[in-house]
């Protein structure tokens, strides 16, 4: 079992920066893939960012455009979506979550309750 809790969302301007992180609890940490996702208000949850068992790999959808970096640290069981120029666009419920290494919500089997991030123009 694993839990996973996300913090670090909040309101913030066009252009600006947020750093939002993932705690997990529990043992095997570094077994799983972690992945960010993001779910706007009537959308579809979308895939964002995700991450290998070791840090080594990573990749990204096409929509954040560079602006996003995911991390881990898996000696604190932690994960980390950098967010850079933010767009009112990015508005939406961000969620981190542990599974196998793909880019669809049923390739994670683990789910935290969501950070909300809100961009004003």
């Known amino acids: 079992q694993v839990q996973l809790v996300e913090s670090g969302g909040g309101l913030v301007q066009a252009g600006g920066s947020l750093r939002l992180s993932c705690a997990a609890s529990?043992?095997?940490?570094?077994?799983?893939?972690m992945g960010w996702f993001r779910q706007a208000p009537g959308k579809e949850r979308l895939f964002v960012a995700r991450?290998?068992?070791?840090?080594?790999?990573?990749s990204y959808a096409d929509s954040p455009e560079g602006r996003f970096t995911i991390s881990r640290d898996n000696g604190k069981n932690m994960v980390y979506l950098q967010v850079n120029s933010l767009k009112p666009e990015d508005t939406a419920v961000y969620y981190c979550?542990?599974?196998?290494?793909?880019?669809?919500?049923?390739?994670?089997?683990?789910w935290g309750p969501g950070t909300q991030v809100t961009v004003s123009s």
């Open positions: 991450i290998n068992w070791s840090g080594s790999v990573s």
């Open positions: 979550a542990a599974g196998n290494w793909g880019t669809a919500p049923t390739d994670y089997e683990y």
């Open positions: 529990t043992r095997t940490f570094s077994n799983y893939a």
